[in-house]
């Protein structure tokens, strides 16, 4: 059974950069069509996608964060990461992290993680 | 982008009566290399990660109950449950998968 878990810094000063690891168990990162991605949710609102990372080593950004989100694999540790700069309380949320298989919807989820900007 | 509008943003329904949810894409989700819609419907309980409960509009998730039911094609798709559930109440959201650019529609609040 897969399983993901989030971690990272639940507090980012404004202007800095929020960085989270997704840690993978149950299954290899490496093996199989799949894509890695980051989802996020604000308090109460609804889910954006942030951008995701697939086997062939392409990544996708949501045109609205592109110019400020990094999605990497290291395959060494099983996990992926996100990396968010230039931060502002507009990007406190619940960060998901997520697997799909190729051309297929997002199915594992992991249980988030809140990231509150603030100074 | 493809925008995904879900209608109504919030619903009460009576326990055993049946709820309707509606999810409009800006464009067709029909895929016609292989006849496929790629649009998914998740369920959110509240301090819970979404839960797959539909994909290819219709197909129902392993596990999910048989009330739960998925419809439609192209840029039109409703997410029915037959009998509601008090373990039912819950935010519902449709996903569309048809490019790399995922995105989601606003959410609908089911309430009893």
């Known amino acids: 059974q897969l399983h993901l878990q989030e971690s990272g810094s639940g507090l980012v000063k404004p202007s800095q950069t929020l960085s989270l690891t997704c840690d993978v168990s149950?299954?290899?990162?490496?093996?199989?069509?799949?894509?890695w991605g980051w989802i996020r949710q604000p308090p109460g609102k609804g889910l954006e996608w942030i951008g995701s990372?697939?086997?062939?080593?392409?990544?996708y950004y949501n045109p609205s964060l592109q110019s400020r989100v990094t999605v990497s694999i290291d395959r060494s540790k099983n996990q992926f990461s996100l990396k968010l700069t230039s931060v502002t309380a507009a990007d406190t949320a619940v960060y998901y992290c997520a697997r799909a298989a190729y051309r297929d919807p997002l199915t594992n989820w992991g249980q988030g993680t809140l990231v509150t900007v603030s100074s | 982008d493809i925008v995904m509008t879900q209608s109504p943003d919030s619903l009460a329904v009576s326990l055993g009566e049946r709820a309707t949810i509606n999810c409009k894409s800006s464009?067709?989700?029909?895929?016609?290399?292989?006849?496929?819609?790629?649009l998914a419907w998740y369920q959110q309980r509240p301090g819970q990660p979404p839960k797959l409960l539909i994909y290819?509009?219709?197909s129902r998730e392993s596990g999910v109950p048989d009330r739960f039911s998925g419809s439609g094609s192209g840029t039109d798709f409703t997410l029915t449950i037959s009998s509601l559930q008090a373990e039912d109440v819950a935010v519902y959201f449709c996903?569309?998968?048809?490019?790399?650019?995922?995105?989601f529609g606003q959410g609908t609040k089911l309430e009893i």
């Open positions: 990372m697939y086997h062939n080593g392409y990544a």
């Open positions: 464009q067709s989700l029909l895929h016609s290399s292989n006849n496929k819609n790629y």
């Open positions: 996903h569309q998968y048809y490019n790399t650019q995922y995105t």
């Open positions: 149950g299954g290899s990162i490496s093996s199989g069509d799949y894509s």
């Open positions: 290819w509009a219709s």
